[in-house]
């Protein structure tokens, strides 16, 4: 079945500057790939989603770039603040459907 | 505006009896999904209804977990004579119909089975 892998599991920081978090899938029929970040007790918050029909999107810090040939997209986060702190996940849709499959998280420390 | 709201948000339970947690999603929000997520791990895909078709339950790991809608919008999802291995933080999303739309989440139920 579908698989996404998600590298690191864990990244340390600086404050200022950049952060990147990978992840390939498996499914060629995925179109549909959210970021979502996770703070302690609490749900994941949808923070950036790209669709195949791009290669890349940006918000503020925040940008996201797909790689559809590679079977892999990536999360960078610049100018990195202390409130970056939480766990980061990647998704891809499921052949093209409205389930997703996720990766197992990266655990992102922002250093003051 | 409200987001999606899940009760208790903390369950402890014996080993063997069964437990319900409820969802209610965002207003409007025709698709809603369950998912689990067992202490340090990623998500993992349970169930989804969407409007009124037929639930995706493809995702469910035996006959002992159910899930019904009621009214196209508060769900349950029921786990019968439960074990230790279902312990785990079990969240909710909801979206807009159609295929990728965004997915918003509830804060979770922390499961506990003693």
């Known amino acids: 079945g579908e698989n996404v892998e998600q590298h690191p599991s864990t990244l340390s920081v600086q404050e200022g500057d950049s952060a990147v978090i990978k992840c390939t899938y498996s499914?060629?029929?995925?179109?549909?790939f959210p970021w979502y970040k996770q703070e302690l007790g609490k749900g994941p918050q949808l923070i950036i989603d790209i669709r195949s029909n791009v290669g890349e999107k940006k918000d503020q810090r925040i940008a996201v770039t797909l790689n559809k040939t590679a079977k892999h997209f990536s999360l960078h986060i610049t100018e990195t603040q202390p409130e970056d702190s939480a766990v980061y996940f990647c998704a891809a849709s499921i052949g093209g459907a409205q389930k997703l499959v996720f990766g197992q998280g990266t655990r992102l420390t922002i250093n003051p | 505006g409200a987001g999606v709201s899940q009760s208790p948000s903390n369950k402890v339970t014996e080993k063997g009896k069964d437990v319900e947690l409820r969802c209610d999603p965002i207003s409007g929000h025709t698709a809603l999904y369950w998912y689990r997520q067992s202490l340090g791990q990623g998500l993992e895909f349970l169930i989804y209804?969407?409007?009124?078709?037929?639930?995706?339950k493809s995702g469910l790991p035996s006959d002992r977990f159910s899930a019904e809608r009621t009214g196209g919008s508060v769900s349950t999802l029921t786990i019968q004579r439960t074990q230790q291995e279902d312990s785990a933080v079990y969240l909710c999303?909801?979206?807009?119909?159609?295929?990728?739309?965004?997915?918003?989440f509830g804060d979770g139920t922390r499961l506990s089975i003693l």
């Open positions: 999303a909801s979206s807009l119909g159609g295929r990728n739309q965004p997915q918003h």
């Open positions: 209804f969407q409007g009124n078709s037929a639930p995706d």
């Open positions: 499914d060629s029929a995925s179109n549909y």
